[in-house]
């Protein structure tokens, strides 16, 4: 097996971005259009190209230069209008964000799910589950995935602005987000 195919980047390698739920991502802010979005990751090294058409979704890919594949570290989805509606940030090439101390990308799913579970208890919030079984906490406002990385798996996630209905968010997300390899 070419174990080039799988390749995980180190956290040392990776952008270090901290997410504060609803609000920013790492350079981003979630209120942000396209342009915008497309301009700051600019400046922080990512090109950008358009991923065709998604129905009811402008997505864009933005990668490093230096990326070893030439898939997406990030992919954003924008509202018909421009909004920025999704971010994902792929488990194996894109940056390592932070929330709460906690480390959300290329992590082990189960150890992840530990370091939830333990922010969760020792804070009284509520846990959830998402429909592949993934773990999470309330008010993160976010949905977690695991992704092949060669014999491993390695965790990814899907960034939004929900209020306090998780599910119609997450149902509403666009199909190609739930397609990860």
């Known amino acids: 097996m070419d174990v080039d195919t799988w390749p995980v980047l180190p956290d040392t390698e990776r952008d270090q971005w901290n997410y504060l739920p609803g609000r920013t991502l790492g350079p981003l802010r979630m209120d942000m259009h396209r342009e915008e979005v497309i301009a700051a ?12 058409y998604s129905p009811g979704w ?11 594949l030439s898939q997406a570290a990030v992919e ?20 390592q964000v932070t929330c709460e101390g ?5 992590r082990v799913p189960s150890q992840l799910a530990q370091e939830m579970e ?3 208890n020792a804070h009284d919030i509520g846990v959830r589950y ?18 092949r990385a ?5 965790s990814w996630a899907l960034f939004f ?15 190609a987000v739930w397609h990860r390899w």
């Open 58 to 68: 402008d997505p864009v890919c933005f990668a490093k230069e230096s990326s070893p």
């Open 161 to 175: 602005i929900s209020g306090d209905d998780h599910s119609n968010t997450r149902d509403n997300a666009p199909k």
């Open 150 to 154: 060669g014999d491993q798996v390695v």
């Open 102 to 106: 906690i480390r959300l990308i290329g």
């Open 76 to 95: 954003c989805y924008f509202y018909t209008d421009g909004e920025l509606a999704y971010v994902q940030v792929d488990g194996r090439l894109g940056p």
């Open 130 to 147: 998402s429909p592949a079984g993934d773990f999470s906490c309330d008010g993160f406002q976010l949905e977690l995935g695991a992704q």
């Open 118 to 120: 333990a922010h969760a």
């Open 41 to 52: 990751l600019d400046a922080h090294g990512f090109t950008s190209k358009s991923d065709g």
